[in-house]
């Protein structure tokens, strides 16, 4: 599976970006998709992921202000980020893993290039 993530950029605060991560290379059925944000000097941290269901579990950081979401005839996953505030600048990436969502970064085995957000104040 390769994925692609897109659509970061340079926002005040109090406004909206949305992310998209493409998958290609193999069946998008089965796989789990997640976003995950790490800033400078900050661990890598889970955001938001969807099963192919659509069932979705959401960080409590971001709950209310994010959504994720899923086009499986795309094979695409996007990122609805509104609200953004300055703790939102990060570097955003895109994974994916099968069957199960899991918070854990290291149990995702496919990786987009990651996507920067930056949101002043």
């Known amino acids: 599976v390769q994925l692609q993530a897109s659509g970061g950029g340079s926002v005040q605060a109090g406004g909206s970006l949305r992310l998209s991560c493409a998958a290609s290379g193999s069946t998008f059925s089965n796989y789990v998709v997640g976003w995950f944000r790490q800033a400078p000097g900050k661990d890598r941290e889970f955001v938001a992921a969807i099963k192919y269901s659509g069932s979705t579990y959401t960080a409590d950081s971001v709950k209310g202000r994010f959504t994720i979401s899923r086009d499986n005839a795309k094979n695409t996953v996007y990122l609805q980020m509104n609200s953004l505030k300055p703790m939102d600048t990060a570097v955003y990436y895109c994974?994916?893993?099968?069957?199960?969502?899991?918070?854990?970064?290291?149990?995702?085995?496919?990786w987009g290039q990651g996507t920067q957000v930056t949101v002043s104040s």
């Open positions: 994974a994916a893993r099968k069957y199960y969502i899991i918070t854990s970064s290291t149990t995702y085995d496919y």
